[in-house]
Nanobody, 127 residues
Framework: QLHLVESGGGLVQSGGSRRLSCVDS????????VGWYRHAPGKEHEGPLC?????????????YYADSVKGRFTCSRDNAKKTVYLQMNNLNPEDTAVYYC???????????????WGQGIQVTVSL
């Protein structure tokens, strides 16, 4: 059983950067694919924003990125620290949302049904 806790959220100016961290205090995070979702006010959950697979993706890549964040966000992991990261660059107000760290079986992450969710953390991008 994983227990995911995000940190690093807050207020950032448009064009700025922020790095979110997600630590697992419960179990064996290295056995799962990991990723991030977000939920903006008045909108549905968006995700996966990115997926970092333990064993690689079917197309041979290590990671997947949604078009909305591709080239700006980087999803990475440090299995020794049981931590997942989301590096966000060139942020804009449309990136304002609650960000959720997720983990689980790869096809469930891709199908918008992660096995594990963090509690979420707010990121607000000001003009």
């Amino acid at each position: 059983q994983l227990h995911l806790v995000e940190s690093g959220g807050g207020l950032v100016q448009s064009g700025g950067s922020r790095r979110l961290s997600c630590v697992d205090s419960g179990g064996n995070l290295d056995q799962y694919a990991v990723g991030w979702y977000r939920h903006a006010p008045g909108k549905e959950h968006e995700g996966p924003l990115c997926i970092n697979s333990r064993d690689g993706l079917t197309n041979g890549a290590d990671s997947y990125y949604a078009d909305s964040v591709k080239g700006r966000f980087t999803c990475s992991r440090d299995n020794a620290k049981k931590t997942v990261y989301l590096q966000m660059n060139n942020l804009n107000p449309e990136d304002t949302a609650v960000y959720y760290c997720v983990a689980g079986v790869l096809n469930r992450l891709a199908a918008k049904s992660p096995d594990y969710w963090g509690q979420g953390i707010q990121v607000t991008v000001s003009l």
